[in-house]
């Protein structure tokens, strides 16, 4: 226990944290440098019955290189995002999933495509990830009176073409994210939720009116991160009863295709997995769908509406396409992907990627 206590003590110096102070929650930065590779280190302290819990968070500076064509979308989930999603010049792309999905990812690659030298994109973050030459970024960590809300508001002001605000949390910041979509900016920001139709039901529940949420949202792309299978053991995995059940389907239509699972081995630590790639449910808004949420209709409503569209698919159905090609895991898959019935039978899912 001592030993834990002093590497907790440690780390509080290093992230310029109080070791005096037990009782509170706190949180700090890291900046280490390895490799010729800057690494930024997110500490929280989190006190509990037995003393305090210690959790780090590493950014790496090179991540924000990763290109939309490198994040595993599908060649139809790529085009109808890069066309029907960011080459409009207004409107607001939501992305959406829990802490460590990649959201902050996505959104600086979504920006990277959108960036040359005919628009001015500026940034409200807390804090900046990741510095990125000719966007404007701005933190508000740490700023007392400085909130999201008050950086749209000034933002404004600075003639912006792309906004990318850092995360709707609050009343007041979607307010002003719908206000700055409502004047012909094109806004990208994150928010936590399950699934893409959460995210329109989400934004009711904070008392924004639905025409406004109707006309404002282009599109919203839920998505998780998945282990990728280590291409070096990787061999054939028999799925279970269980796993069969957990998908939606039987047992004998799984066993009918091929799944693949790491041994373990030197190249992946012994962990049967190297690397990551996203599974996502892309929700681009058409006049059904705009209809449906002004007129409140049920979370169960929209997404009947959703799965109409030819090119909606859900997270689980687009790991399990990623998990017929040999690239992640069945298990994976169950474990990260929210449950929701197959639209589509996996023959089907079987050619997303083909």
């Known amino acids: 226990l001592g030993q834990v206590t002093g590497m907790i003590s440690r780390l509080k110096v290093l992230a310029k944290a109080d070791i005096a102070e037990r009782r509170a929650h706190q949180q700090g930065r890291i900046f280490v440098r390895t490799d010729g590779e800057e690494i930024d280190i997110r500490a929280s302290f989190y006190v509990t019955v037995h003393g305090e819990n210690a959790v780090l968070r590493l950014l790496r500076k090179t991540s924000v290189r990763v290109g939309l064509q490198d994040m595993g979308f599908s060649r139809d989930a790529y085009r109808s995002f890069v066309h029907d999603v960011l080459e409009p010049s207004s409107g607001m792309l939501l992305v959406t999933g829990p802490t460590g999905s990649g959201k902050t990812t996505t959104l600086y690659a979504a920006v990277t495509q959108l960036q040359d030298d005919t628009r001015k994109i500026i940034t409200c973050e807390d804090p900046v990830e990741y510095l990125v030459d000719g966007v404007t970024q701005c933190s508000i960590m740490d700023r007392p009176g400085l909130t999201f809300g008050d950086s749209l508001r ?65 599109a919203v792309l839920a998505q998780r991160l998945l282990r990728r299978a280590c291409t070096h053991c990787k061999t054939d995995n028999n799925p279970t009863a269980g796993e069969a059940r957990a998908v939606g389907t039987t047992l004998d239509e799984l066993s009918a295709f091929h799944f693949v699972k790491g041994k ?91």
């Open 154 to 218: 000034s933002i404004l002001r600075q003639d912006p073409d792309v906004i990318l605000d850092g995360e709707v949390r609050d009343r007041e910041s979607p307010d002003m994210a719908i206000h700055c979509a409502l004047t012909g900016h094109k806004l990208v920001t994150t928010l936590h939720t399950e699934d893409s139709l959460s995210a329109v039901t989400r934004l009711l529940q904070m008392e924004i009116e639905p025409f406004l949420v109707g006309s404002t949202i282009g």
């Open 264 to 354: 373990g081995c030197p190249s992946c630590h012994y962990t049967g997995y190297r690397g990551r790639i996203g599974a996502y449910e892309l929700l681009v808004m058409n006049d059904a769908l705009r209809d449906a949420v002004i007129q409140r209709k049920s979370p169960y409503e929209l997404r009947r509406l959703a799965q109409e569209m030819p090119g909606f698919y859900s997270t689980q159905e687009d790991g399990l396409a990623k998990a017929l090609r040999g690239l992640t895991t069945l298990s994976e898959v169950i474990a990260n992907c929210p449950r929701v019935p197959l639209n589509r039978r996996l023959r089907q899912l079987q050619e997303i990627y083909a």
